[in-house]
């Protein structure tokens, strides 16, 4: 069984997603920690209820970016994870912290990347008035929303859509896609090649 380690920020609806196609035996995973950058985020009540192991590290109690990311890579590495999933996690992580972890970190946005990177995503959608956007789960790099894609769901965008209502309907699709990429993940389906991520049979 993959051990994996989920890093949150909010209410972790991401997070309740993966654990319920665990629990129900779609993905062939365990989440070993659950790791949140505010101690009184939701989805780390979650992670108690389902009798996970949660760690707190706020970065303002660290003396520094490298401290905070040492914290969470030390816990991350104490329960034996093979895969860090950012599931709602709103900080960068640093060059160092990524490439320690190299194509062992897979993130959602609200987004079809490459377009709309970065913060508010549904917002950026709903003012440049595309018609269509979505989420897409990716392989974490260096750069911003920038790394290999995994797979991609599509929402339209309605006349009326403000950005809480297109947020509202890509979440919907936020928690079909980060199940079926992490179950690609954990079956070895998924082959890196450059920008590329092939799904093998």
Not at 79 to 103: P, T, Y
Not at 126 to 151: E, M, N, Q, R, W
Request: with cysteine; aromatic share 6%; net charge negative.
């Amino acid at each position: 069984m993959h051990k994996v380690g989920v890093l949150v920020s909010g209410r972790g609806s991401n997070l309740q997603a993966i654990m319920d196609r665990i629990a129900d035996g779609y993905l062939p995973l365990e989440i070993a920690v659950v790791i949140s950058d505010k101690p009184d985020a939701f989805a780390l009540e979650r992670a108690q209820k389902a009798g996970i192991k949660t760690v707190a590290v706020e970065r303002k109690a660290c003396a520094s970016k490298e401290e905070f990311e040492a914290k969470i890579n030390a816990a991350l590495e104490a329960e034996g994870c093979e895969l860090v999933v950012l599931a709602g996690f709103m900080r960068i992580l640093s060059a160092d912290f990524v490439n320690k972890w190299q194509h062992k970190i897979i993130n959602i946005h609200p987004a079809l990347l490459p377009s709309f990177p970065g913060l508010h995503g549904q917002k950026q959608a709903v003012d440049y008035g595309v018609k269509f956007s979505g989420c897409t789960v990716h392989f974490v790099d260096a750069g911003t929303d920038s790394g290999p894609i995994i797979l991609q769901k599509v929402v339209p965008v309605m006349d009326d859509d403000t950005e809480d209502t297109l947020a509202d309907r890509i979440l919907v699709q936020e928690h079909i896609a980060m199940p079926e990429a992490l179950k690609l993940w954990a079956e070895g389906k998924l082959q890196i090649d450059g920008r590329k991520v092939k799904v093998l049979a």
